[in-house]
T-cell receptor, first 115, second 114 residues
Framework: NAGVMQNPRHLVRRRGQEARLRCSPMKGHSHVYWYRQLPEEGLKFMVYLQKENIIDESGMPKERFSAEFPKEGPSILRIQQVVRGDSAAYFC?????????????FGPGTRLTVL | AQSVAQPEDQVNVAEGNPLTVKCTYSVSGNPYLFWYVQYPNRGLQFLLKYITGDNLVKGSYGFEAEFNKSQTSFHLKKPSALVSDSALYFCAVRDGNSGYALNFGKGTSLLVTP
């Protein structure tokens, strides 16, 4: 059973460009979470999605950031007009439907560098 | 509001000695507590969780954690450390009464020396 897949693993963008990060959850998992890890810090929650629905986006910056989890295909975290402060590791996690205390399984992350 | 504190940035232990990585938490509802480990340039791997029941929780790779409600702590322990245990350890909490997001501590770097 493949784990959570994320691509690309490394992404370099220049200021003002767009970054698209993809996440394929584990088989059978319908809940997806995005977290951001800044250097020397823990992970910060960004958004929680189920298929075709954003459930909780309380951790998402109000501008330039958006996320989706379509009926078919991976979840996408999109950052428009990137700035240097967006440089971080972005982790996706997934969990199966049902119990709120299910652990989340993490992907290897996408390391975004903004030049 | 919920929060997690890991008071030690780094813990150094000699191989074969017991190790403890500390974690305290604050939630308004029932706490769901988790420990994850992160190796360099890798994602987080789940170690163990506390939901309810016995205060001592056993997890992967010989790790265990003790839930202490009065001290609001969930310290990670292992009786005999291995060099391969050297990694970054994160404690996380979720409020069982609301929300699905995990709130992580800043992490503790564990270094086990031969």
């Amino acid at each position: 059973n493949a784990g959570v897949m994320q691509n690309p693993r490394h992404l370099v963008r220049r200021r003002g460009q767009e970054a698209r990060l993809r996440c394929s959850p584990m088989k059978g998992h319908s809940h997806v979470y995005w977290y951001r890890q800044l250097p020397e810090e823990g992970l910060k929650f960004m958004v929680y999605l189920q298929k075709e629905n954003i459930i909780d986006e309380s951790g998402m910056p109000k501008e330039r950031f958006s996320a989706e989890f379509p009926k078919e295909g991976p979840s996408i975290l999109r950052i428009q007009q990137v700035v240097r402060g967006d440089s971080a590791a972005y982790f996706c996690a997934s969990s199966p439907p049902g119990l709120a205390h299910n652990e989340q399984f993490f992907g290897p992350g996408t390391r975004l560098t903004v030049l | 509001a919920q929060s997690v504190a890991q008071p030690e940035d780094q813990v150094n232990v000699a191989e074969g000695n017991p190790l403890t990585v500390k974690c305290t938490y604050s939630v308004s509802g029932n706490p769901y507590l988790f420990w994850y480990v992160q190796y360099p340039n890798r994602g987080l791997q789940f170690l163990l969780k506390y939901i309810t029941g016995d205060n001592l929780v056993k997890g992967s790779y010989g790790f265990e954690a003790e839930f202490n409600k009065s001290q609001t702590s969930f310290h990670l322990k292992k009786p005999s450390a291995l060099v391969s245990d050297s990694a970054l350890y994160f404690c996380a909490v979720r409020d069982g009464n609301s929300g699905y997001a995990l709130n992580f501590g800043k992490g503790t770097s564990l270094l086990v020396t031969p």
